[in-house]
């Protein structure tokens, strides 16, 4: 049986990545041939099909590709620092970092990322990629990010996690909203008012189907993709907002009130997240645990200030 070589599994990984033969070969500088012919060879030496090529639609990997991606991936990157004999510490990382952040909770995480990696890891760069759970987790297991954040409903079958922090649903509501006056909600106590929704998937679908669950149908007269207008509205009392991250106002300076629900949602707590069987670089290690204390910090104050 032959082996895997180290070529075969740079020109499967670039596919993988660009989900095109014609791209893979522009990023590695060889012909399209060369590309097709290691695919097939790496197919051969392992037995399995890794990928369907589809013309005009370019190349999609199988269950088994994806695991090989992910694996290949990780192996490729061992071996660049064993060639490169770079120390991977804090005096000793460089090059790119890339974070994918789902888009709400950028404000929250980024800049404590940007920070740690300045004064701990001067050498890295870090690249910030922002969009939905599935769009960030789908390029991570392409290989175009290094690790994600993004709250627990999101979770892709494909990644592994690490708790960030604990986080449960709160209502939003501006002070002078009926709600309140309560001093924590039933979930059957907002389906008379006017409800705002966050319309990025999964987020809209799954809090309205968790509402549901709870035996309401929300009267949802706002959806938009924007935190912060959700916030402004709810601010106006126009709508009441199923929200993750508390903060004192809106954006225009009207106060909001956050209050528990009674009714047990569960958990939607803040993540981070890595392709599973991928072990983390100790530079990785040290952003998810960097975050993981200041996030902390972080909800003692807010918790120390309401008292």
């Known amino acids: 049986m032959k082996d895997v070589t180290l070529r075969q599994l740079e020109y499967f990984v670039a596919v993988a990545e660009e989900q095109s033969i014609t791209r893979a070969a522009a990023k590695c500088h060889v012909t399209q041939a060369a590309i097709s012919q290691a695919l097939r060879e790496l197919e051969a030496v392992l037995g399995v099909q890794l990928a369907i090529r589809r013309k005009s639609k370019g190349v999609h990997l199988t269950s088994t590709g994806r695991a090989v991606a992910t694996r290949g991936r990780t192996l490729l990157g061992e071996v660049k620092h064993l060639v490169s004999a770079v120390d991977d510490t804090s005096t000793?990382?460089?090059?790119?970092?890339?974070?994918?952040?789902?888009?709400?909770?950028?404000?929250?995480?980024l800049p404590e990322v940007a920070e740690f990696l300045v004064h701990a890891y001067p050498r890295v760069t870090l690249d910030i990629v922002e969009g939905s759970g599935p769009e960030i987790q789908e390029r991570m297991l392409r290989g175009q990010i290094d690790l994600c954040f993004l709250y627990e409903a999101q979770r892709h079958p494909e990644v592994s996690t690490v708790l960030l922090r604990e986080r449960r649903y709160r209502v939003a509501v501006a002070p002078g909203h009926p709600l309140a006056a309560h001093d924590a909600l039933r979930v059957a106590d907002l389906e008379p008012y006017p409800a705002a929704v966050l319309n990025v998937e999964p987020a809209s679908y799954l809090n309205e189907a968790l509402l549901?669950?709870?035996?309401?149908?929300?009267?949802?007269?706002?959806?938009?993709?924007?935190?912060?207008?959700?916030?402004?509205?709810?601010?106006?009392?126009?709508?009441?907002?199923?929200?993750?991250?508390?903060?004192?106002?809106?954006?225009?300076?009207?106060?909001?009130?956050?209050?528990?629900?009674?009714?047990?949602?569960?958990?939607?707590?803040?993540?981070?997240?890595?392709?599973?069987?991928?072990?983390?670089?100790?530079?990785?290690?040290?952003?998810?645990?960097?975050?993981?204390?200041?996030?902390?910090?972080?909800?003692?104050?807010?918790?120390?200030?309401?008292?």
């Not at 000793?92 to 995480?109: N, R, Y």
């Not at 309401?216 to 907002?241: E, K």
């Not at 300076?253 to 890595?274: K, M, Y």
């Open 92 to 109: 000793g990382a460089s090059g790119t970092f890339t974070v994918g952040c789902f888009t709400t909770l950028s404000p929250v995480v």
């Open 212 to 307: 549901r669950r709870c035996g309401i149908t929300p009267n949802v007269v706002y959806r938009t993709a924007s935190v912060q207008t959700i916030r402004a509205l709810v601010g106006r009392g126009l709508a009441w907002a199923l929200l993750m991250e508390e903060v004192a106002a809106s954006h225009e300076g009207r106060p909001l009130r956050f209050l528990p629900v009674v009714d047990d949602l569960g958990t939607n707590s803040l993540l981070a997240a890595l392709p599973k069987g991928v072990r983390p670089s100790p530079l990785t290690s040290a952003v998810i645990d960097h975050c993981r204390a200041a996030l902390h910090r972080s909800h003692d104050r807010s918790h120390g200030e309401g008292r």
